[in-house]
């Protein structure tokens, strides 16, 4: 049974900064890509950051300079450093694991950011 546990999210004022953990198991963390969505209240899903499992990253140009995004194989682990939060960035964030076969989806974990 493959699940995905993310941690780290809460309130936090504007120009502060968070991490994210979600933690991965029952898959091969390191072969797979790994990934932060974010979905704010009435606005579309969209793709945060991604990491493959060879190291390659992408972010939203929203986040490009303020988040990164990193993973510890060893702690089947990704995380999400957050910094120079903006009142946009307000949004239940969500982890996501992209196997061979299908991506798989964490339960989410809601950032807040107050101005």
């Known amino acids: 049974q493959v699940q995905l546990v993310e941690s780290g999210g809460g309130l936090v004022q504007a120009g502060g900064s968070a991490r994210l953990s979600c933690v991965a198991s029952?898959?091969?963390?390191?072969?797979?890509?790994m990934g932060w969505y974010r979905q704010a209240p009435g606005k579309q899903r969209e793709l945060v950051a991604v990491?493959?499992?060879?190291?390659?990253?992408n972010y939203a140009d929203s986040v490009k300079g303020r988040f990164t995004i990193s993973r510890d194989n060893a702690k089947n682990t990704v995380y999400l450093q957050m910094n120079s939060l903006k009142p946009e960035d307000t949004a239940v964030y969500t982890c996501?694991?992209?196997?061979?076969?299908?991506?798989?989806w964490g339960q989410g974990t809601q950032v807040t950011v107050s101005s």
């Open positions: 029952g898959i091969i963390f390191s072969r797979n890509a």
């Open positions: 990491i493959t499992n060879g190291g390659s990253i």
């Open positions: 996501v694991a992209d196997t061979r076969l299908r991506s798989y």
